[in-house]
């Protein structure tokens, strides 16, 4: 299996702060990744796809970077939305689709 | 816009076989864009793809569940289900179902997701 490794496990931030979340990939998974954000509850809900393609309907503030083993998702302004679980997943091999162990965004 | 839902019983007994049905609605089963799949969640832990089937009957399982898991497809009702066999308290989970975009050569982002059913392994 791809193992993936998010960072940091628990961020704690601001309304107006701007978030950086990782992904690291135990192996290449060219761009083939997306992010997903959870909250109490609820089921996840897809933000990111290919890496970088903001599905439709999602803020601008999200966004997604990098390719190869490392990525990020970045919020540039939090908002009181945002407070919540996010989650990466790689889609490059099934063998099987894995996750990330979930990065949890707490007001600070 | 299409959702999904799951249904089934919240209790299964332990060595007894979980199943699950996942009803979709706004959107056909038999759309070649897609494939559907399972995902599962322990309470407070991270998540965890059961296994993913295409509207021809093809399955994809994780290998870790695979000798328990069967996915099956009814494109006449529009639903997808899921078997688990043998269960354990390590079972117990919120269970999702979730479509998967198909692009040919590339598979594999959720999206939509059901709203997840808890199903608790006990006697």
């Known amino acids: 299996d791809i193992q993936m490794t998010q960072s940091p496990s628990t961020l704690s931030a601001s309304v107006g702060d701007r978030v950086t979340i990782t992904c690291r990939a135990s192996q290449s998974i060219t761009n083939r990744l997306a992010w997903y954000q959870q909250k109490p509850g609820k089921a996840p809900k897809l933000l990111i796809y290919m890496a970088s393609t903001l599905e439709s309907g999602v803020p601008s503030r999200f966004s997604g970077s990098g390719s190869g083993t490392e990525f990020t998702l970045t919020i540039s302004s939090l908002q009181p939305d945002d407070f919540a679980t996010y989650y990466c997943q790689q889609y490059n091999s099934y063998s099987p689709y894995t996750f990330g162990q979930g990065t949890k965004l707490e007001i600070k | 816009q299409v959702q999904l839902q799951e249904s089934g019983p919240g209790l299964v007994r332990p060595s007894q076989t979980l199943s699950l049905t996942c009803t979709v609605s706004?959107?056909?089963?038999?759309?070649?864009?897609?494939?559907w799949s399972w995902i599962r969640q322990p309470a407070g832990k991270g998540l965890q793809f059961i296994g993913r089937i295409y509207t021809s009957g093809s399955t994809d399982y994780n290998p870790s569940l695979k000798s328990r898991v069967t996915i099956s497809v009814d494109t006449s009702k529009n639903q997808l289900s899921l078997r688990l066999s043998s269960v354990t308290a390590a079972d117990t989970a919120v269970y999702y179902c979730?479509?998967?975009?198909?692009?040919?050569?590339?598979?594999?982002?959720?999206?939509?997701w059901g709203q997840g059913t808890l199903v608790t392994v006990s006697s």
């Open positions: 706004g959107g056909s089963i038999s759309n070649v864009s897609y494939y």
């Open positions: 979730a479509r998967v975009r198909n692009l040919g050569v590339v598979i594999g982002w959720l999206d939509p």
